[in-house]
């Protein structure tokens, strides 16, 4: 792996980590009856970040397997995506939450994924 690509990596893991941080706040301040409209634009903004990192964090290094999983990690992130649409579309009820869990159900499961299949892949070398 080229120090680019470490560095691209880094980078991406950097973005991911606080895009969910940021979602992770806003989601339970609306849960909390503490809803406010910069709340909802805070949320899209932290799904969006979400979202650039993973784009950036697509590898072409790795298996197929692997490298469909991170296409799951993608996905998950544009299902925060429309789970911070959904919460401007229906401000009057909790419709977002669906697909905020819905990209935790995917993130967990490629996340635990990828690094079976990394671990798999380092017994056979």
């Not at 634009?41 to 999983?69: C, E, K, Q, T």
Request: net charge positive.
């Amino acid at each position: 792996m080229s120090m680019k690509q470490e560095h691209r990596i880094a980078l991406s893991n950097g973005l991911v980590a606080v895009g969910l941080l940021v979602m992770v706040v806003m989601a339970v301040m609306p849960l909390l009856n503490l809803n406010q409209q910069w709340m909802r634009w805070a949320f899209a903004a932290g799904a969006f970040i979400v979202l650039m990192g993973r784009a950036l964090g697509l590898r072409r290094d790795v298996s197929l397997r692997a490298r469909r999983l991170y296409h799951l990690l993608v996905t998950s992130a544009l299902l925060y995506c429309a789970s911070a649409a959904m919460m401007f579309y229906s401000s009057g009820t909790n419709d977002w939450i669906a697909f905020l869990l819905g990209g935790v159900v995917m993130q967990l499961y490629a996340s635990w994924m990828i690094d079976r299949e990394a671990k798999k892949s380092a017994n056979s070398d």
